[in-house]
């Protein structure tokens, strides 16, 4: 076993981990900032969406501050592994990315809001790792709930890719899938940066400081 190794390469579903049938840990019941229940039933209208971008720590407090983001939660998307934990994750054997949920009101912010957020909050281009932290696991990628935010994270792809390549970026590596099963990660990592648990925690997340053209960018021109 290669427990707490860095992995550049993804593993199949034979090489996964088999995980187990249940979380071996309760979900919190509200958000820490938000007071907002942090596992569903959501109320009717709100929408979903799941960002990966690095460590999810520092990219949930970005996604939580957002007016019309009704909650938040850290966990584990586009792997293998049913109901990992955060030491098996880490171990690159579940297939799994840190990503963040954020459930959000589309009449008060866009989906395509969110995109520009994500796209400029960190860097897309550098594949298995983001900046210091490395591995399958701190890669990017967008997974989508319907047709519609499928086709606008391909739209704002290839938006933003012209930008980066002007600033001197590589190609965009962000895996853009439909979301699978979202795995909520263990209590002490939702709103890990929050004032009441790690308000001075550390946080990498970084983006290219290059503008994407996309949601409330393009209403600004």
């Keep these: 076993m290669l427990f707490g190794r860095a992995k550049a390469q993804l593993p199949t579903r034979e090489q996964a981990l088999p995980g187990r049938a249940a979380a071996p840990f309760p979900i919190p ?29 520092g990219a949930e407090r970005t996604f939580w501050k957002i007016p019309g983001v009704y909650t938040t939660a850290v966990g584990y998307s586009g792997g293998f592994t049913p109901h990992p934990t955060y030491e098996e994750t880490c171990s690159g054997l579940t297939g799994h990315t840190e990503s963040v949920l954020v459930v959000f009101d589309p009449a008060v912010v866009s989906y ?18 983001q900046g210091n932290d490395v591995g399958t696991v701190y890669r990017s990628a967008v997974y989508t709930f319907s047709d519609a935010q499928l086709e606008a994270a391909k739209r704002s792809r290839d938006a933003f890719a012209p930008r980066l390549a002007a600033a001197g970026y590589g190609e965009i590596t962000t895996e853009i899938a439909p979301a699978g099963k979202f795995y909520y990660a263990e209590p002490y990592h939702q709103q890990y940066l929050s004032e009441a648990k790690n308000p001075y925690g550390y946080c990498g997340l970084g983006g290219t400081g290059v503008s994407c053209p996309v949601g409330v960018g393009a209403a600004e021109g």
């Design 29 to 57: 019941e509200r958000h820490e900032v938000l007071g907002h229940p942090l596992a569903g039933p959501f109320p009717a209208g709100l929408e979903r969406a799941v960002f990966a971008m690095g460590c999810f720590w």
């Design 112 to 129: 395509e809001d969110l995109l520009k957020v994500f796209w400029e909050s960190h860097d897309p281009t550098q594949g298995m790792r």
